[in-house]
């Protein structure tokens, strides 16, 4: 006669089984086949991300050059020198900016 808990027994060894996530080498042809293909399929999308990722960094790098080199040009230079003059603080309220 079985034991009432055998099946019990059973059952929590199997679970402990899948649980355990055997090897590779272990699955059937067609699940590893899929594993592999998922895999692949994963690092194919994760370059196209960064070849997107590294074309934008560079576009913005040439817009960033482009901008630096607009305001270091001559007609910008009288605004952004500023000898001796004060500076005007464009958040403070105009009525205390005319006082000081």
Known sequence: MIHPSWPVIGLLFLIGYAAAAPD?????Q????????EHTNLHKRLDVVE???ENTVEKLESELAALLQAIDAPQWRPLLENTGEKTVDILQDPV?????
Do not use: H, I, N
């Open 24 to 28: 590779a080498d272990l699955w059937p």
């Open 30 to 37: 067609v699940v590893r086949s899929s594993a592999c293909q």
């Open 96 to 100: 205390e900016r005319g006082q000081s």
């Open 51 to 53: 070849k997107r990722v």
